[in-house]
């Protein structure tokens, strides 16, 4: 079975500085995705990055980049220059095919991110 | 491109009534169209899969008969929980695949629904 582990409930940062929110991800697929996710206090989910298992590059969006390590299972998010409006909710997900065409998103847990002036 | 709306954003009903929740795909069409549930400070647990025109494929402890997944076009998807309860009271979330893929998966912003 597929499972996302984010080990870290909440984490702060100092606004400017770079923060790292953890994920490692269990699964006997060959070919999976990775993504994150941002949910503010909105309830919206914003879609971040995504990683391909076999994108040999590690991802990267703008201020955000995947620290892609298969071997080790992990897919950490490094947020760069961390804003105010960083502050917000993050998951980690993980696709998986279910069936025929299908795939489905299984998400961590989440970590709580506060950005301090 | 790739918006996603849900109707309503919340909704206030009695327990013992029904209420329906709709998602539409407003700039694509949507392949498949999943719905997600979300407890206060929990994270988003999928309830069902749906394809356009077939039935609902549910994940398993959801109750099928409870939660009614019509996904009669490919830009709507409506979700109907039936006899609702103090317990459903949760933010339902939806979301659309364009593609058949690891990539795709666009979300709606959420209803949230409370029941007295």
């Known amino acids: 079975a597929q499972k996302i582990t984010q080990t870290q409930p909440g984490m702060f940062v100092q606004e400017k500085e770079a923060v790292t929110l953890d994920c490692t991800y269990d699964?006997?697929?060959?070919?999976?995705?990775l993504f994150w996710y941002k949910q503010p206090s909105s309830g919206e989910m914003i879609f971040l990055i995504y990683q391909g298992s076999y994108d040999e590059q590690n991802a990267t969006e703008g201020r955000y980049s995947l620290n892609f390590q298969k071997a080790r299972k992990s897919a950490n998010l490094v947020i760069s220059a961390s804003q105010l409006g960083d502050s917000a909710m993050y998951f980690c997900?993980?696709?998986?095919?279910?069936?025929?065409?299908?795939?489905?998103?299984?998400f961590g847990k989440g970590t709580l991110l506060t950005v301090n002036p | 491109g790739a918006v996603v709306s849900q109707h309503p954003s919340w909704v206030i009903c009695k327990s013992g009534t029904s209420v329906k929740i709709e998602c539409r795909s407003l700039d694509f069409q949507a392949t498949t169209m999943f719905w997600y549930r979300q407890f206060p400070k929990q994270s988003l647990m999928l309830m069902a899969t749906s394809n356009e025109g077939s039935k609902a494929t549910y994940e398993q402890g959801v109750e099928k008969d409870k939660f009614l997944i019509n996904h009669a076009s490919l830009t709507l998807s409506t979700l109907t929980v039936t006899s609702a309860h103090p317990e459903d009271s949760s933010f339902y979330i939806c979301?659309?695949?364009?593609?058949?893929?690891?990539?795709?998966?666009?979300f709606g912003p959420g209803t949230r629904l409370t029941v007295t």
């Open positions: 997900a993980m696709s998986r095919h279910s069936g025929g065409s299908n795939y489905k998103l299984t």
């Open positions: 979301s659309a695949s364009r593609l058949a893929g690891l990539y795709e998966q666009y």
């Open positions: 699964t006997s697929d060959q070919s999976y995705g």
